[in-house]
């Protein structure tokens, strides 16, 4: 079964400096999805970013980049220039390609943002 | 417009009782979602519907019934509720089943307490 854990219950920033939330995951498929999702205090769950595991180039929203290592099963997200309302749980998230359409998530990342 | 919705985002009820909890997408998907957020804020996939048929149900208690009366619906009736049914629901919906780097966009969650 696939797992995806997340080493870092807690993390906090300085605001405008850069933080990078850890994921590793455990898969024997070798074409998948990856996600993070944000939720802040409202329990929304915000799409940050995602990668297809067959692309090998790093996704990168605005803010937001990825850095993803497929032979070491790693995803790591880094936020620049943090802002106040990035203050949120970060939650990292696995899909299969075909066949299990469901997302196993991480146990999540608390991250704060210092004024 | 709200995306996908869920009614209600409250619920507190005593053990015992049966409750529904429904959910609307407005953004003609096909696939729609329930996971569980417990205590310690860790989601997991219970349900998933492709087009009104049940495509996974991930080992739980037959107490949950979920319900598709059009692929826009995905309803959740609880039976018999139990403390340890306290949590939030989130439903999701995305494009269809085996469509790629599909996105699985959130309701706002449903915050169920059971006393």
């Known amino acids: 079964a696939q797992t995806v854990t997340q080493s870092q219950p807690e993390m906090s920033v300085q605001e405008a400096e850069t933080v990078t939330l850890s994921c590793t995951y455990d898969?024997?498929?070798?074409?998948?999805?990856l996600f993070w999702y944000k939720q802040p205090p409202s329990r929304q769950m915000i799409l940050v970013i995602r990668q297809e595991a067959y692309k090998q180039q790093n996704a990168t929203e605005n803010r937001f980049s990825v850095n993803f290592q497929k032979a070491a099963k790693s995803f790591s997200l880094k936020i620049s220039d943090s802002q106040l309302g990035d203050a949120a749980m970060y939650f990292c998230a696995y899909r299969e390609n075909f066949g299990n359409e469901k997302l196993t998530f991480g146990t999540g990342t608390r991250l704060t943002i210092i004024p | 417009d709200t995306a996908v919705s869920q009614t209600p985002k409250y619920l507190v009820t005593q053990m015992g009782n049966d409750k529904s909890i429904k959910c609307e997408q407005n953004?003609?998907?096909?696939?729609m979602y329930w996971y569980k957020q417990d205590s310690k804020k860790f989601l997991k996939i219970m349900f998933s519907y492709n087009n009104k048929e049940l495509i996974i149900n991930e080992t739980v208690p037959n107490r949950f019934s979920p319900k598709s009366p059009d692929k826009a619906h995905l309803n959740l009736h609880i039976n018999s509720l139990e403390l340890g049914d306290s949590a939030v629901y989130f439903c999701?919906?995305?494009?269809?089943f085996g469509m790629g780097t599909d996105t699985q966009y959130f309701g706002p969650g449903t915050r169920l307490t059971v006393l």
């Open positions: 999701a919906s995305s494009q269809g």
């Open positions: 953004l003609g998907h096909d696939t």
């Open positions: 898969t024997s498929e070798s074409d998948y999805y």
